[in-house]
């Protein structure tokens, strides 16, 4: 069982009965003498995404899982059941919507670089790489020599993501989009 202070991102662990992921961890060290360093940890419940957040002394244990994490590509939609398939040895995972909704606007078909976090074989949630390259399928159009004004307009992509975008941006251009804020960072 690890301690609280060895809480990662990305860290899966078991808290009464349910599986969270851990999303954020705020390290607070009072300065009071004899205070204990405190670990704010916010958790999604994987899977349904259910947020929860909890505060550790940095000595207390959690209930770790054993999490094998698996890099796949995302093959295809059907209903609300999206599959992926192993890299390695070729074998598909299918989850559903609800698990991933947060990761689905940025879910293009064929993307690779997608990394699944299996639970005793069992597809629990994926893991989007940092940054990813969409094209832009609508937007407005934009001024002639609006790149010294620091103004945005909104950009619709393939996926239904609408998110604001420099205002001399124009459709069937690629961006880089963070995939952790949502926020464009650069041209691709």
Same mark, same amino acid.
């Given at each position: 069982?690890?301690?609280a202070s060895e809480i990662k991102r990305g860290h899966v662990v078991e808290i009464n009965g349910a599986l969270y992921i851990a999303i954020q961890v705020d390290v607070k060290s009072p300065s009071a003498r004899g205070a204990a360093t405190l670990?704010?940890?916010?958790?999604?419940?994987?899977?349904?995404?259910?947020?929860?957040?909890?505060?550790?002394?940095?000595?207390?244990?959690?209930?770790?899982?054993?999490?094998?994490?698996?890099?796949?590509?995302?093959?295809?939609?059907?209903?609300?059941?999206?599959?992926?398939?192993?890299?390695?040895?070729?074998?598909?995972?299918?989850?559903?919507?609800?698990?991933?909704?947060?990761?689905?606007?940025?879910?293009?078909?064929?993307?690779?670089?997608?990394?699944?976090?299996?639970?005793?074989?069992?597809?629990?949630?994926?893991?989007?790489?940092?940054?990813? &390259?969409? $094209?832009?399928? =609508?937007?407005?159009?934009?001024? %002639?020599?609006?790149?010294? +004004? #620091?103004?945005?307009?909104?950009?619709?992509?393939?996926?239904?993501?609408?998110?604001? &975008?420099? $205002?001399?941006? =124009?459709?069937?251009?690629?961006? %880089?989009?963070?995939?952790? +804020? #949502?926020?464009?960072?650069?041209?691709?």
């Amino acid at each position: 069982m690890p301690k609280a202070s060895e809480i990662k991102r990305g860290h899966v662990v078991e808290i009464n009965g349910a599986l969270y992921i851990a999303i954020q961890v705020d390290v607070k060290s009072p300065s009071a003498r004899g205070a204990a360093t405190l670990y704010k940890v916010r958790f999604n419940q994987v899977p349904g995404g259910r947020k929860h957040e909890e505060t550790y002394v940095g000595d207390d244990f959690v209930k770790d899982v054993q999490l094998e994490r698996r890099k796949v590509s995302f093959l295809y939609k059907e209903d609300d059941q999206y599959t992926f398939m192993d890299l390695e040895d070729y074998s598909q995972y299918s989850i559903n919507a609800d698990a991933i909704e947060a990761q689905l606007p940025y879910l293009m078909d064929g993307m690779e670089g997608i990394t699944a976090l299996l639970v005793d074989g069992l597809l629990i949630t994926v893991e989007l790489p940092g940054t990813v &390259v969409m $094209e832009i399928i =609508e937007t407005v159009p934009g001024m %002639k020599a609006a790149s010294a +004004t #620091g103004r945005n307009k909104p950009a619709r992509f393939a996926t239904g993501l609408e998110i604001p &975008v420099p $205002e001399y941006l =124009e459709a069937g251009q690629k961006v %880089k989009i963070n995939t952790e +804020t #949502g926020k464009f960072l650069s041209r691709a």
